[in-house]
């Protein structure tokens, strides 16, 4: 097997054929987008080293924001430089999104079709139980981690405390979930190293913007690709309060629709803001949407991707993610509750609670666990249940 430095310079036009097919069969979310890089990159072309491969996933998880977009826009950098790096985080993109802004017209149009209702409606209540399921997905290592360091012993009681600290912020407090999230990751800086250091994390700590229109979506997007922790299903806990409630782009039911959306299609789990962005201001505020979420990823690459060694051995980055991914699991897990409270239909709970048993006991996909649903709400709307 051969290396990229041994073969010479990969050609552009091979990273985007092979990077548009991976966001065109990218179906599963991050499991799938980094076994498909390595399968390519590493097992394949021997274009990348296996221990550097798994290096870089190492660092793209320290990063916020989606890390199997990070990686393969790493990738990218790793095999054609900073052209390499926005041709491949294009074209894994770029698939996904245009999929996402078709089903976004047709389950967003004005007057969609009975049967389109129906799908979007049996969808949609099996998304509490996704929240669910991708937070104890993510749970064993998060606890694993933080048993690690100063004040082992109490590691366990700062990991539930920082779980349920954001399982409320999620349930209760949806705009400022943001501050609960920097909060723990700070006290855990602070746990482990000395009380100075909270002074290098607090300015992380943003609010939500209060006015609407255009800087409201920009600055919602934004807190998706560059303030949050734990993979691309943290949309759900930053986003929900503030299209819902807070500036009206879109009703429960839909916001149900989008992340289910962003579930089924391929590509990265964050282009669900492209949906919210449809909702709020058509195809210009998706496409906003999706630039703004994406643009942090394809910097951190770009310029950080030099200083990867140092970013995981800095103790005070490592203490910092190490509170605020309990806090992130648990904010996804709280906002299972709004996201069922948001369920107008009797027969949509029992939809949940089936879902909720194909995830659970029979141990099957999220992505079927959706479409089946879809499957059994479409069924509903066409015996003359209600569904909107």
């Known amino acids: 097997m051969t290396s990229a430095t041994e073969t010479g310079p990969v050609p552009l036009g091979t990273i985007a054929r092979e990077w548009t097919r991976m966001g065109l069969i990218g179906f599963g979310g991050p499991p799938t987008h980094i076994s498909l890089l390595r399968k390519l990159c590493v097992q394949q072309r021997g274009w990348i080293a296996a221990d550097e491969f798994e290096d870089a996933i190492a660092a793209c998880n320290l990063l916020p924001g989606p890390a199997s977009t990070q990686l393969a826009i790493w990738c990218g950098r790793r095999l054609r430089g900073p052209a390499g790096a926005l041709i491949a985080g294009v074209c894994f993109i770029w ?3 245009v999929m996402i802004l078709a089903l976004s017209t047709l389950f967003l149009a004005a007057h969609p079709p009975v049967v389109v209702l129906g799908l979007a409606a049996g ?8 929240a669910v399921h991708a937070a104890w997905g993510l749970a064993p290592s998060s606890w694993k981690r933080i048993q690690g360091g100063t004040a082992p012993r109490t590691g366990r009681a700062r990991w539930i405390g920082y779980a349920v600290a954001g399982g409320a912020a999620a349930a209760l407090i949806g705009p400022f979930l943001v501050l609960v999230l920097v909060a723990c990751g700070a006290l855990e800086v602070v746990v482990r190293s000395r009380p100075a250091s909270l002074a290098a994390v607090v300015p992380l700590a943003l609010s939500t913007t209060a006015a609407g229109g255009l800087g409201a979506l920009a600055w919602e997007a934004f807190k998706v690709g560059a303030l949050s922790y734990g993979g691309g299903f943290v949309i759900i806990p930053l986003m929900q309060h503030d299209a819902v409630q807070t500036y009206h782009w879109m009703t429960n039911a839909r916001f149900l629709d989008a992340v289910a959306l962003g579930q089924i299609t391929p590509g990265p789990v964050v282009l669900t803001v492209g949906v919210i962005g449809y909702a709020a201001a058509g195809y210009g505020g998706a496409l906003l949407a999706v630039l703004v979420a994406f643009t942090p990823s394809f910097l951190f690459i770009l310029i950080g991707a030099r200083y990867f060694a140092t970013l995981r051995a800095n103790e005070r980055v490592q203490a910092f993610l190490t509170g605020a991914g309990p806090a992130v699991i648990g904010a996804i897990a709280g906002s299972a509750i709004p996201l069922a409270l948001a369920l107008g239909h009797g027969w949509q709970y029992a939809l949940l609670a089936g879902a909720a048993l194909w995830l659970f006991l029979v141990r099957r996909g999220v992505v079927s ?9 479409a069924v509903c709307a066409l015996a003359g249940l209600t569904v909107s």
Do not use: M, N
Request: aromatic share 0%; glycine share 20%.
């Open 95 to 97: 698939p996904g999104l």
């Open 123 to 130: 969808a949609g209540a099996a998304v509490p139980a996704v």
């Open 369 to 377: 666990a959706l479409l089946l649903s879809a499957g059994i709400g």
